[in-house]
């Protein structure tokens, strides 16, 4: 008896130690993963007849609202921003504008309430209450796309309109709204049956139509008759985050139509101002405007004399023009001052010509201090002659002329199909192709090769070689000293550049082989890297083929687009005249070219809708915020062996 109890107070002892060991780092018990609970509100959710503007939902304990303004959606849509707040355990929802007499308003939190102290969110919550007699039910769904090139596009408002007038979304706000989340999905809730037009917009002035064309828009002109319809789903119920307990078939009420498809756009910014001018470098004015125009400014010198003063450089888009100075005096006169004729839209949309007077263009760095500039320059080389003179070494006498300095594309391993191309600093006064070489190599011998120079999309500066390279050769870039003299009567200096061009065997051939499209406009396919960008473009040809020569080997991806007028560009859409931008497909798998290989692929463009052709590798979108309800006691009962069952 008395060994018994020597053994149960030894036992006891060792329990106590074990226990008072483990004290040091204790497990922490579980967690609260419990999202707050509505208890109640006022009005009561789903009720009809209501009157009041203010809105009192209560909760079982404290919460917070994570901002209201951008996560909480009131529809119908509120020209008057409510006063939406968490206070303590309950919301306060008060409603500025005057009450739609029989209309169902849907205040969507999405998943901005969560508990105070855990984080917990509630999830999708949407409060619903009626004007009338009855409560609408129904619900619109979708996903909206970039038109240019079908990422999702976060944060837009979608909306219904029961006019079915191509006029309402210009001048009524949207009657149910909703704003998608970070993969471009939507869902419009308290729908009444009926016949309805959706529609999205990146509401910039917050009036719910579409007045300015900086607003990004998607439309359609289908007529969507939402209805309800019962249906099953499998959910599946996990015991942890590796097992699946069961999977249960759940029946639910599915609202249609759940797969709505908008791409957005933004329409060509035609409104034309301008926006300044500058002169950055004394020898050149820089005028930029909103938008082009094949009317360039006039220049009407006030201290100068503007007659044949300039020669006028603009880019592809004519936004962008550069008076370029003839005379060197000029150059040197620090102000100019101008009139400034133009064309500008006035305020009824209207291009009309527009004078901007006396203005004053100042040159960044004042003559004077160029010449400081120029002078020290030239007493450094002083200096440095003078120390190669006493040194008895070679020096020059002559202080040297800077030589004009053209950019020179030219690879020394060049691929079949590209080109030469030279870029000029300032305006070329003589281009002397009988000064510019280009040989080619046949066994040991240097033979004169054929090209063509012509101006990069009749842009001043900017010129191309084109030539008929042939696979595996050499050849011989030469361009003789003073062959390209400006306007200023600077000249170039020689240059010499070999080439090699690539082989045949280097390079992959690929063909698309296009179906799934009967429309009589032209396709443009693109060859795109891993960052979607085009490194090689090919038009449909009439067998409905789309070939891409000397492909270089690597991971690849293709978009196609439906060009309507033409032009090789994918060109946006315009509302006002009911044209929308041009379709664009994506090939819904990457593409893996090898040397040597020719690959040909069959691609269906409407096979699957839009939202599932980007390949998830080149998809830009914002990270998805939405929070999700935690289970972190699953994974605590995992770590301890035991199972857990959430009650």
Same mark, same amino acid.
């Given at each position: 008896?008395?060994?018994?109890?020597?053994?149960?107070?030894?036992?006891?002892?060792?329990?106590?130690?074990?226990?008072?060991?483990?004290?040091?780092?204790?497990?922490?018990?579980?967690?609260?993963?419990?999202?707050?609970?509505?208890?109640?509100?006022?009005?009561?959710?789903?009720?009809?007849?209501?009157?009041?503007?203010?809105?009192?939902?209560?909760?079982?304990?404290?919460?917070?609202?994570?901002?209201?303004?951008?996560?909480?959606?009131?529809?119908?849509?509120?020209?008057?921003?409510?006063?939406?707040?968490?206070?303590?355990?309950?919301?306060?929802?008060?409603?500025?504008?005057?009450?739609?007499?029989?209309?169902?308003?849907?205040?969507?939190?999405?998943?901005?309430?969560?508990?105070?102290?855990?984080?917990?969110?509630?999830?999708?919550?949407?409060?619903?209450?009626?004007?009338?007699?009855?409560?609408?039910?129904?619900?619109?769904?979708?996903?909206?796309?970039?038109?240019?090139?079908?990422?999702?596009?976060?944060?837009?408002?979608?909306?219904?309109?029961?006019?079915?007038?191509?006029?309402?979304?210009?001048?009524?706000?949207?009657?149910?709204?909703?704003?998608?989340?970070?993969?471009?999905?939507?869902?419009?809730?308290?729908?009444?049956?009926?016949?309805?037009?959706?529609?999205?917009?990146?509401?910039?002035?917050?009036?719910?139509?579409?007045?300015?064309?900086?607003?990004?828009?998607?439309?359609?002109?289908?007529?969507?008759?939402?209805?309800?319809?019962?249906?099953?789903?499998?959910?599946?119920?996990?015991?942890?985050?590796?097992?699946?307990?069961?999977?249960?078939?759940?029946?639910?009420?599915?609202?249609?139509?759940?797969?709505?498809?908008?791409?957005?756009?933004?329409?060509?910014?035609?409104?034309?101002?301008?926006?300044?001018?500058?002169?950055?470098?004394?020898?050149?004015?820089?005028?930029?405007?909103?938008?082009?125009?094949?009317?360039?400014?006039?220049?009407?010198?006030?201290?100068?004399?503007?007659?044949?003063?300039?020669?006028?450089?603009?880019?592809?888009?004519?936004?962008?023009?550069?008076?370029?100075?003839?005379?060197?005096?000029?150059?040197?006169?620090?102000?100019?001052?101008?009139?400034?004729?133009?064309?500008?839209?006035?305020?009824?949309?209207?291009?009309?010509?527009?004078?901007?007077?006396?203005?004053?263009?100042?040159?960044?760095?004042?003559?004077?201090?160029?010449?400081?500039?120029?002078?020290?320059?030239?007493?450094?080389?002083?200096?440095?002659?003078?120390?190669?003179?006493?040194?008895?070494?070679?020096? /020059? %006498?002559?202080?040297? =002329?800077?030589? @004009?300095?053209? &950019?020179?594309?030219? +690879?020394?391993?060049?691929?079949?199909?590209? !080109?030469?191309?030279?870029?000029?600093?300032?305006?070329?006064?003589?281009?002397?192709?009988?000064?510019?070489?280009?040989?080619?190599?046949?066994?040991?011998?240097?033979?004169?090769?054929?090209?063509?120079?012509?101006?990069?999309?009749?842009?001043?500066?900017?010129?191309?070689?084109?030539?008929?390279?042939?696979?595996?050769?050499?050849?011989?870039?030469?361009?003789?000293?003073?062959?390209?003299?400006?306007?200023?009567?600077?000249?170039?200096?020689?240059?010499?550049?070999?080439?090699?061009?690539?082989?045949?065997?280097?390079?992959?051939?690929?063909?698309?082989?296009?179906?799934?499209?009967? /429309? %009589?406009?032209?396709? =443009?396919?693109? @060859?795109?890297? &891993?960052?979607?960008? +085009?490194?090689?473009?090919?038009?449909?040809? !009439?067998?409905?083929?789309?070939?891409?020569?000397?492909?270089?080997?690597?991971?690849?991806?293709?978009?196609?687009?439906?060009?309507?007028?033409?032009?090789?560009?994918?060109?946006?859409?315009?509302?006002?005249?009911?044209?929308?931008?041009?379709?664009?497909?994506?090939?819904?798998?990457?593409?893996?070219?090898?040397?040597?290989?020719?690959?040909?692929?069959?691609?269906?463009?409407?096979?699957?809708?839009?939202?599932?052709?980007?390949?998830?590798?080149?998809?830009?979108?914002?990270?998805?915020?939405?929070?999700?309800?935690?289970?972190?006691?699953?994974?605590?009962?995992?770590?301890?062996?035991?199972?857990?069952?959430?009650?």
């Amino acid at each position: 008896m008395r060994r018994l109890l020597y053994f149960l107070l030894a036992f006891g002892c060792l329990l106590l130690a074990v226990g008072c060991a483990r004290m040091g780092s204790p497990d922490g018990g579980w967690y609260d993963d419990d999202p707050p609970v509505v208890l109640g509100s006022t009005p009561a959710d789903k009720a009809t007849g209501v009157k009041t503007k203010k809105i009192n939902i209560y909760f079982d304990e404290y919460i917070k609202l994570a901002d209201a303004t951008q996560n909480v959606i009131v529809s119908p849509p509120q020209l008057e921003m409510p006063d939406i707040q968490a206070k303590g355990k309950k919301i306060v929802v008060e409603l500025k504008d005057t009450l739609k007499p029989d209309m169902t308003y849907t205040i969507d939190f999405s998943d901005a309430i969560s508990d105070n102290n855990e984080d917990n969110p509630l999830g999708n919550y949407t409060f619903t209450f009626s004007t009338g007699q009855q409560t609408d039910t129904l619900e619109v769904s979708g996903t909206v796309l970039s038109a240019e090139n079908l990422d999702p596009v976060p944060s837009i408002l979608v909306g219904l309109y029961e006019d079915l007038s191509d006029s309402a979304f210009r001048t009524k706000p949207l009657l149910r709204v909703a704003r998608t989340d970070a993969n471009g999905h939507f869902v419009i809730k308290g729908v009444a049956e009926g016949e309805y037009r959706i529609y999205a917009l990146q509401d910039a002035d917050g009036n719910y139509k579409f007045t300015q064309k900086s607003e990004m828009i998607a439309f359609s002109h289908e007529i969507y008759r939402p209805y309800v319809k019962p249906d099953m789903r499998q959910d599946t119920i996990w015991r942890d985050t590796l097992h699946i307990d069961s999977i249960a078939r759940v029946h639910y009420m599915h609202y249609y139509p759940d797969d709505v498809v908008l791409t957005a756009f933004q329409e060509k910014q035609t409104d034309r101002y301008l926006l300044k001018t500058e002169r950055k470098d004394a020898d050149r004015i820089n005028i930029f405007f909103s938008y082009g125009h094949e009317q360039l400014p006039i220049i009407r010198g006030l201290n100068f004399n503007s007659d044949d003063a300039f020669i006028v450089e603009t880019n592809a888009k004519k936004d962008s023009i550069t008076y370029w100075l003839r005379d060197t005096l000029l150059v040197n006169q620090d102000t100019l001052r101008m009139d400034l004729i133009y064309q500008m839209t006035d305020s009824l949309g209207m291009l009309v010509e527009h004078t901007d007077s006396a203005i004053e263009v100042l040159a960044k760095t004042p003559y004077e201090k160029r010449v400081k500039a120029q002078q020290k320059e030239y007493e450094t080389w002083q200096k440095q002659q003078e120390k190669k003179r006493k040194r008895e070494e070679p020096y /020059d %006498s002559i202080y040297p =002329v800077k030589p @004009l300095e053209p &950019k020179y594309n030219v +690879p020394q391993s060049m691929d079949p199909n590209r !080109s030469i191309s030279i870029e000029i600093p300032t305006p070329p006064a003589v281009l002397d192709t009988a000064g510019i070489h280009l040989y080619t190599k046949i066994d040991t011998l240097w033979y004169n090769a054929s090209y063509e120079l012509h101006q990069r999309d009749s842009l001043l500066r900017y010129y191309e070689l084109l030539v008929d390279w042939k696979p595996g050769a050499e050849y011989s870039f030469e361009v003789d000293s003073a062959a390209i003299i400006d306007i200023y009567g600077k000249a170039c200096k020689s240059y010499k550049q070999g080439i090699k061009v690539k082989a045949l065997d280097d390079y992959a051939t690929l063909f698309f082989d296009i179906s799934g499209y009967t /429309d %009589s406009a032209a396709v =443009v396919v693109q @060859l795109l890297d &891993k960052s979607d960008k +085009p490194v090689a473009q090919s038009k449909m040809e !009439s067998d409905h083929t789309a070939p891409f020569y000397y492909v270089a080997p690597g991971i690849y991806y293709a978009r196609a687009f439906v060009d309507g007028n033409g032009n090789g560009v994918w060109d946006t859409g315009d509302y006002d005249a009911d044209e929308q931008a041009e379709t664009v497909y994506y090939y819904s798998r990457e593409i893996e070219t090898k040397a040597k290989f020719d690959i040909t692929l069959s691609w269906n463009l409407t096979q699957q809708p839009l939202n599932q052709q980007k390949p998830s590798a080149l998809v830009k979108k914002k990270s998805d915020k939405k929070r999700q309800k935690r289970n972190r006691n699953a994974d605590r009962a995992a770590k301890l062996g035991i199972q857990y069952i959430k009650k």
